[in-house]
């Protein structure tokens, strides 16, 4: 378990999600103080029954978005490593959306702002609910040298994957 | 307006393939909150005058999507759906999971109301205000999991063209049909997410009937503001924690009925009901667990308990086959009733029945009744179309099942559901064959039997409830007891799910969630004296007027099925069953207390006393 006094990553192990969505109910409750799924910063996807997983910022080590804001309307936290919105510079342009391998940051539905996860400030909102619900699809560790990345793939992809996974060939007729 | 509603409706009138916005009378809302309750109401108030002459499968019916003012917060997503029944002729509220009334209520909808006939098939598609009559000739004809390919794509696709800058568009919630529903079978559910499905009703043909494929609905609103956040917050986490204390509830489900109602309750439906007992240990939850799920957690919006899972088989005879756990109802009807007593059978059973659009429950209660028919050579092999309707042949009922789904030769008889064919059959044969009928008022029932006394059912649960063989919402005495159905009424139209959280919440903690929600104080005995009630008189009020094609007589019809009265042939409660005298005075006591007359008909004064005028008025011929 990190502490948290370090940085850290949402480890996700998508195969135990099980769609319940408390993570999007916590995500929105605790940012937006309303349950508001499509403002929520983590969105589980379920383009195929039973392969539902949460998209969510994978805080990749090189930030591709925050690179590509041209606004300078995204930064790294320094405590938790987190992607960080300036609200007030952030024009909803979308250039961080195209920049993301896993095109996972999207628009604010009320705002003409970009919703992208900042980890809470260290203490994930997402992660405490799975955990106390012990499905585990989600778990804070400790940031050390690993391809965050790769955890920054487009739902259709993500689907691919876990659909094969559940249901071998037959997941094609589903995609 | 009141906290907790989105604050209007939504009418689609699909004759003139227009749609508005509606708004709702808000002492209904108040005395009827949403979901069921709301549905008798809404029905009651556009029908009544013509109920008799209502075809359910015809353009006048009104067809109704209605979640409440706890979907979405209450754990578990639900959402109700309703219409004059095609089984009861009565109102039935068929609940169903999943994020539907979730979204719509995100939507800015507190329901959907569809009225009229599309010419050619259509889906509606809503995204916020944004509401569309789409063309659904494509999809029309799909089978279930085919048609939520289907529409995840085309809608995902229009949102990506119509706000491409938005990110990545999530999948929008649906509710569809499959060939069953499109074929007016009565047997036809409402599906959501595959495999979920409100069956009991028959709506998935009334569906069909308005030629409405499907809804999808994306909302990007939040769910409406509450009176008390804090407390609401404070109540999810006793539900979850309640529903964390039960880690066999979570981690099977209903997925251990199918053993244990048998071996333990002898309450299983066996072979159309001729046993409820049976001890095969190759139907143990283990079985399933081991050798067929695939997921082990699969829940609904907010759900902590995850009663789902998925199982896959992956191969022999029935590879392919994905279906739910099945839950308990599925692996009986669906399994011992048709003398099917493996995992893989089930499966398979349940993964087509799920594909059709078709209710297991109803079409494995119909399917074990046509194969008692050939047992006792009523029946034959010619009649069946060829098909040898025998006890443990799972490629014959999946054979038959097709044949229902499509109306296809003796299947189109079948897809009157039970008791219709029984009275078909009857005078084909020249015989009395509802004795086999194990259902109530139109509606098969459920696979929980009362013959043990040992399950939660009880002797008059069925023979008195206003949802008939519904067994979600069984009846018993008193009528303001736990074991009245004015409870289910209210899960049904607060609309939650009465699994999530178990069985350990104290009752009044639903009360407080609907407080905590609205700001509106009712307690549970508000309830079962005000709007509970009125809800059950006018169900009960609609059920009797029934028509056009059948009525229901209550001296005869507010019973069991005749199996009931049979003693059970084998298990520990072998000799067992039903006591004539004893239902015959508690269906009197039940009467009594709802404050009906002595032939079953809501009394003047009651209907008076509960503001029910038109009710009454509308009751004088059957008081005759």
Redesign the interface.
Known sequence: MATNKEPIWIARDL??C?????CE?AC??YH????????SRV????????A?FP?LCAQCDDYPCVEACPFKALSVSKKTSAVLVNDKKCT?C?KC?EACPG?????H??ENK?VICDLCNGNPQCVKVCQ????NALKTVTRREHPYKLYAR??EEQTRNLATK???E?AE??? | MILGYAGKFLEINLTEGTFKDVKLDDKWLKDYIGGRALAAKILCDRLIDKWEQVDPLGPDNVLLFLPGPLTGFYPGGRVCVSGKSPQSNGVVGSTVGGEFGVDLRCAGYDGVIVTGQAEKPVYVFIKDSDIEIRDAGSIWGKDCKETNTLLNKECRRLLNERYPHYGEWKEPAKVYIGPAGENKVRTAVVTAKWTHAAGYGGYGAVMGSKKLKAIAVKGTGPLPEVADLGKVKRLINIVAKSSYDNPLWRRWGTGGGGYTFAANTSSEPVRNWQEEWHDEKSYGVDQFENRLWVKQAWSDFGCPTNCMKIAYVKSGKFKGAITDNPDYELQAYLGPNLGLFTPEEDVFMASLIDDLGLCGIQTGNVLGFAAELFQRGILTKKDLDGIELKWGDAEAFAHMAKKIALREGIGDLLAEGTYRAALKIGKMKDKDVLQYAVQSKGIGIGAHGIRSGKDFSTEIGYACSVQCGDHTSMTGLPIDGPESEVWEAFNDSAVICNFSGGWSLRRNLKFDFYHAVTGLNLTREDWARSGGLKTLQIQRALLLIGGPDLKWNPKIHDDNPSRFYEPLPSGPYKGKAADRTSVRESVQKYYEQAGWDENGVPKSETLKRLELGNVDKALKKQRK
């Open positions: 195969a135990r099980s769609g319940c969505r408390k109910i929105s409750l937006e103080n309303r349950i508001w799924p499509e403002a969105r589980i996807f379920m383009l195929v029954p039973g539902d998209h909803g979308g959306i095109r996972i940051p999207h628009m539905p009320a970009i106390e619900g012990e499905w487009k739902p559940l249901y071998g037959k007729e589903f995609i």
